[in-house]
Structure formats: C-alpha cells, structure tokens
DNA sequence: ATATTGACGGGCA
DNA sequence: GTGCCCGCCAATA
C-alpha cells in the first residue's frame, strides 16, 4: 500500500457526514489534480470499511459508475441516511453539499 | 511470477 | 470550444 493511498483514504475519512467530496477534488487535496483516476482505485480497493467511500462521487454529480456488486442504489441509500439529497438520477446538488475546499484543506493540514 | 483492467478528471494542444 | 493525453495503484486472472 502506497502513502498516496494511506492519505487518500485519510482524506476520504475527513469528509463530514451529511457532505460530499468528488474524485477530483481529493486528488486536488492530495497533491495532484490529475491524480482522480488513482482516487478511484483507491475506492475500488477499499478494504477499510472506516472509509466513507460513498461520499465520493463523480465531478458531475453523479454517483459513482459502479459500487462494487452491491449496486449504486446502496450508495444513494446510505447518502439518504445521512441527509444528503440524491435525484432520482442518482445526481447530488453539488452546490449544496459538496465539501468545502477551505475546510477540507484546514482539516487535512492539522 | 506477469499482464490486464478497473469508482475519473484536470490540463494542455 | 473540442478533444486527446496523462497520471500511476491494487486486485484479479
């Protein structure tokens, strides 16, 4: 396990229940912008189950493609427990509950 | 032991 | 404004 996962999933586990982050933004948070792709692996890989990975969605909105074989509709179901609006697209108003920069950096950084 | 593939998105041409 | 390119890890076959 590389340290860029290590801080990945020590990101992931930062964002506040009742918000959401996105692929790209964390890889911002983490040091590279470009680096979203390798966000995603790291959910895929997500063995610790301490790790919100459903907060986790795309840039667009949308929810994850897939969410291993459980489904995408265990995601949104766990984002509905929480608080957080999911459409019926499957889509979350980014504009509401997307995870502040200012905050996430102020809380990585401690 | 090695090759393939899989939760993506920013940046540059 | 559009589209291609790049990053770079782990689980599985």
Known sequence: MS???????????SIPVGKVSTYGQIA???????RSRVVGYAMAAC??????CHRVIRSTGEL??????MGP??????LLNEGVEVS?????????YLWD???ALNNILI
């Open 88 to 96: 019926i697209e499957n889509t979350v108003n980014l504009e509401v």
């Open 73 to 78: 509709n265990h995601q949104r179901d766990l």
């Open 28 to 34: 911002f948070i983490s040091g590279n912008s470009r």
């Open 64 to 69: 994850a493609r897939t969410f291993g074989f």
């Open 47 to 52: 063995k610790d189950s301490s790790v919100p």
């Open 101 to 103: 920069l200012d905050e």
């Open 3 to 13: 340290e860029l996962y290590k801080l990945i999933y020590k990101i992931v586990k």
